[in-house]
DNA sequence: GACTATAGCGTACGCTGTACGGAGTTCAAG
DNA sequence: CTTGAACTCCGTACAGCGTACGCTATAGTC
């Protein structure tokens, strides 16, 4: 039950943690630890029980110390969160031998509509991976590597269409926005399903007698007529995929007549 | 620092309290309290405080009783949250003399756009208002009769252009995923002004040397040029609002071209 | 007047993030 | 080789959280 505000740490310490300092001291102890062994059991923690389930006494018993301990590499909770985001939004490819582990399609490859296309399911698909990622409340934009790096994706996406550097941005923040705000239906019924061990027309199935009773269709005319085609349309599984894959295509649609108009010019 | 989930209550206690149980019992002492003062102030707590400043001790301070009193009306915080997000989405047009606060202008007044283009703005003025909603991860619908309402109202400014129920609930979730994600943008730059008192352009002066020392151009060239742009071209404040907009229009241009498509055939 | 359902609250438990101080470990300087 | 500083790790503690439990006072019913 808890929401993480981004950027709320100080921002030199969060800084040199999101890029590493150079040089650590030599004196003391070995440390037991990393910063990235600690981001990485969060990061396996926040996936499995969601954010609620993160804790700092929960990340130190996975790695065998105490609570305490993790605050040698880490300022606060905050800061663990601001790198956990970041280090989520590192590509597979940087990791390995250049190839992108997307069938070897690079990122300039194909047209800007192609572009924008990859890259939306990619974001779609990391939100669906780690979807702790929609309760953190970015306050304030963590300008990590990895995070630096999409943006400089994105961008490059839409760069030599003869747009200025605005509409560019602007076009990415609407790219960025969508496919957010679109992720939370996906990831809603995936938590529901999780959560109370119900298909999603199970559940509908077990409220339908409480909605029954309070429910007038007369009251709600239009969402009476649309409820009722949904529940004999969707006999397969309601798919939240296909609700964005719809959503992207209109998008992409209306991007694309921004666009033409500006080049035409 | 606190994200809460909906619908994590019991449902049938749920559905009573969001559509007000018909009778009260008369026995025992009167109560001090209804459900509605009780929301009422939670509402202005988060409103005011966010939902980290949110907790039923600091409800109950504002109401003049113990934080254990609430627990008569509501059955928990999770359930008090459900009620918070149905009676926010309350138009104030149903509380007074029927003129709607919008100039007059009724929902199904123009033609479909401009009725989309209503409701989106609407939308987005609501999560000014109560930023917090933001944070409230909907893991499970609230099927409050104010949340069941503004879906009526979102299907009914697509009906009657020949699309199918299931093209229209796709078309509506569309809209409203799009205003979720583009109302973040705005929220966080206010946050990050209330937080932190600075402007967005102090903010940004503030962390440039500490971006510039990691910063490298040449990795991120793009990403450089447009934040370079970016810079210059805002010397006003920068307004979120504006890429709201510019995100609206180029979405209802897709869903136009679709619409358009559709009534062809 | 007796009975009983209810409202309100005092106390307590387990959980959270983290401030503080101390113990043990390792390196650099004398 | 000894000493002192720097560093890791941790035990304890505190304030705050949601809420389970049980008690008391109240108000309506019989």
Redesign the interface.
Known sequence: ?????S??GD??RS?ELL?GVPDRPRRGPKPKLTVDRIVRAAIGIADAEG??GLSMRRVADELGVTAMSLYTYVPG??ELVDVMLDTVHARPAEADDGHDGHGGVADGDGDWRGRLERLARESYERYRRHPWL??V?????V?G?NL??K??RE??AV?GLGL???E????V??V???????V??AV?TA??QR??GMSTEQ?WQ??EP??A???DPE?????A??GA??GE?YQAPYDPT??FE??L???????E??VRNRAGR
Chains 1, 2 share one sequence.
């Open positions: 039950m808890t929401t993480e505000y950027g709320s921002p030199k800084m890029w954010l609620a909770k905050a929609l309760q409340a970015t306050s304030v934009p300008l590597p630096l790096a943006y400089d961008l490059s760069d200025t550097e605005v560019m941005d602007l076009l923040s609407l960025t926005d969508y496919v957010h705000g679109a939370r239906g809603e938590q529901m959560r109370t559940w077990s409220y409480l909605l009773q309070v429910f009251r709600y005319p239009v969402a007529r649309v085609a949904a349309e296909r609700s719809f959503g295509q209109r998008m992409l649609d209306g991007i007549a921004f």
